[in-house]
């Protein structure tokens, strides 16, 4: 399995400042778990009960996708520009 860093963009700023938004606890994110509720043009993913996390598909250009996962701690550190990478590795089926 290959893994990589993936540089934030601002497409996935804003889908962490729509997460900030809805102002939801780990407890009513569990509640409302949606794999999908968040879509953009390269980017499909919700929070995931059993990770307790946010869990993202990333699609690059030429369609392949990778996969990774963001605590809600780190919703803010995103968006503050003090994460500027994430791991992501490729998707497994």
């Not at 569990?30 to 059993?50: H, L, P, R």
């Not at 990774?68 to 520009?81: E, H, T």
Request: charge should be negative; charged fraction near 30%; glycine fraction near 4%.
């Amino acid at each position: 399995m290959m893994s990589a860093k993936l540089r934030i963009d601002e497409e996935f700023i804003s889908i962490c400042q729509q997460i900030l938004n809805e102002d939801h606890d780990l407890n009513s994110w569990a509640s409302i778990e949606s794999s999908d509720q968040f879509q953009t043009d390269n980017y499909c993913g919700g929070f995931d009960k059993t990770e307790n996390e946010f869990t993202f598909s990333f699609y690059k250009e030429n369609g392949k996708e990778f996969w990774f996962q963001l605590p809600l701690r780190d919703v803010n550190k995103v968006i503050a520009g003090s994460i500027t990478e994430i791991e992501i590795r490729e998707a497994e089926y």
